[in-house]
């Protein structure tokens, strides 16, 4: 699990990387959408820039294939396609 990696610029960096080379086959997102912790680290424009990096990535990247009530399952682009063959 990922939380706040984008707060600190090395950490940030390390996750984006990893997130790029490792392809993990699920990324799990919260559905809430007015997270009071985002408000507060969202004053600062790099962090929200930094958080935006991570979700337009799974956006970009991913498939949502699932919801519960309080989260969204995303598959990897490459491994969706595996599934359906």
Known sequence: MVSFAWI???WHEQLFEELKKKKPRYAIL???KDIQHLKVFFQI???KEK?????????EHYTLTS???D???Y???ETVSE???
Do not use: L, V
Request: proline share 3%; charged share 40%.
């Open 51 to 59: 958080y935006y990096q991570i979700i337009n990535y799974i956006r």
């Open 67 to 69: 919801t519960t009530p």
């Open 8 to 10: 600190d610029d090395e």
């Open 30 to 32: 919260s559905k809430e």
């Open 75 to 77: 598959q990897h682009d």
């Open 45 to 47: 424009k790099r962090n």
């Open 71 to 73: 989260m969204k399952i």
């Open 83 to 85: 599934n359906k063959e």
